[in-house]
């Protein structure tokens, strides 16, 4: 979270610097009705959320989850989400313009603001526009201006889920199906040790092969080749 804020940061800066200015603000929640990708570890998080939220309002948004699958679902449009990995490299762009032509706001939106500002996932933190707040409602390739990210940290994130031999493009969850995604796909515990995990963290993030760090520590493998004295 840290690092994204700090690369949005930067970014902003410097679109700051080149004299535009933001058009995001709180109690604009246009963009919170398109369909939002997540990674799968966030979506899990989501459900995590959700589950700890205090009564009535763990209810509420659950239900506010499931009337919107729902709605989708009269139209066959979660047919399509689900079945994402088939898609063609441009039918991305026609599903979320279907999707954002239905009007679903995203349950965690209150009076057009998030509701959980701290925890929304990094793809809403990550999606900035500089045009007008007008064009958010009929978004086109021509007239929206977004602010553009050196590194990404959503893709690097989901790219986590990738190792499976099956997987053959980057894992994604739309936010509206995450609860009944992470409820089909638990959390499956890795042994991998926290070093590794950050290395294959950034070398996703950059997509620049980083070495192994090699460790002292027990049962920590190293790719340093062995000394004269070995
Ligand atoms: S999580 Fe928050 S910021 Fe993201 S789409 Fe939902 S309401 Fe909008």
């Not at 369909?35 to 700890?52: G, H, M, Y």
């Not at 995450?178 to 890795?190: G, M, V």
């Not at 290395?199 to 790719?223: A, C, H, N, W």
Request: glycine share 4%.
């Amino acid at each position: 979270m840290n690092l994204s804020t700090s690369i949005v940061d930067a970014a902003v800066e410097d679109v700051e610097e080149q004299g535009e200015t933001l058009s995001c603000k709180k109690g604009c929640g246009v963009c919170c009705r398109q369909l939002v990708p997540i990674s799968p570890v966030e979506a899990r998080r989501i459900c995590d959320l959700v589950n700890e939220l205090s009564e009535p309002r763990g209810s509420e948004i659950v239900d506010r989850f499931a009337d919107s699958r729902l709605r989708l679902e009269e139209d066959g449009l979660p047919q399509t989400l689900i079945s994402r990995d088939q898609w063609q490299h441009d039918e991305v762009f026609n599903v979320g313009e279907e999707y954002f032509s239905r009007d679903i706001p995203c349950p965690f939106l209150e009076d057009e603001s998030c509701s959980i500002h701290a925890d929304r996932p990094i793809t809403c933190r990550e999606y900035l526009v500089t045009s007008p707040a007008e064009y958010c409602s009929c978004p086109t390739v021509d007239n929206l201006r977004t602010v553009r990210l050196p590194l990404k940290v959503w893709p690097a994130l989901a790219r986590f889920d990738m190792r499976s031999a099956s997987a053959k493009s980057i894992p994604w969850v739309p936010l509206i199906l995450a609860l009944d995604w992470a409820t089909e796909n638990p959390d499956e515990a890795t042994d991998q040790p926290g070093t590794e995990l950050f290395r294959q963290f950034f070398e996703y993030l950059t997509d620049k092969e980083i070495p192994v760090v090699p460790s002292t520590l027990p049962g920590m493998q190293s790719v340093l080749p062995p000394t004269r004295s070995d």
